[in-house]
């Protein structure tokens, strides 16, 4: 499937990004707490396919329960527009609603059951391994 680059950011403008990824994405909606709570929609992609352009000095870092998830917001703003998930820490999570809407064709929405995260996270774990970029 062909490529391309989609360019997003925070709400005011200081953290900016790049991410390859094809104009027809295929996104999950989690419903666990923080999740839903900040209607995140999720493009997972490898970390070569994402490349922070401007902003890391306006970067913060939030963590809980295990740590392991490293979700990073402007500290201007207070938009997370990326993180690092544990389901797949080699890669990135990006907010598809912090992407220009100019680059994407379409989107299609799966539900992930986030609630009971253990029991589902083997259905995402492989999403930066099999070349969705």
Request: glycine letters at 8%; one cysteine or more.
């Amino acid at each position: 499937m062909a490529t391309t680059v989609h360019r997003g950011g925070c709400h005011c403008g200081r953290v900016q990004f790049e991410v390859v990824a094809p104009a027809e994405l295929d996104l999950h909606d989690c419903n666990c707490s923080i999740c839903s709570m900040s209607g995140y929609q999720h493009l997972i992609v490898a970390k070569s396919a994402f490349t922070l352009t401007a902003g890391e000095e306006a970067l913060g870092c939030y963590t809980f329960n295990t740590g392991e998830a490293r979700h990073y917001f402007c500290q201007h703003c207070g938009i997370k527009s990326f993180y690092v998930p544990r389901s797949n820490p080699d890669g990135y999570s990006v907010n598809a609603r912090c992407l220009d809407p100019s680059t994407v064709l379409s989107t299609t929405l799966t539900r992930f059951d986030g609630q009971n995260w253990e029991a589902n996270v083997a259905s995402l774990s492989q999403l930066t391994d099999s070349g969705q970029q």
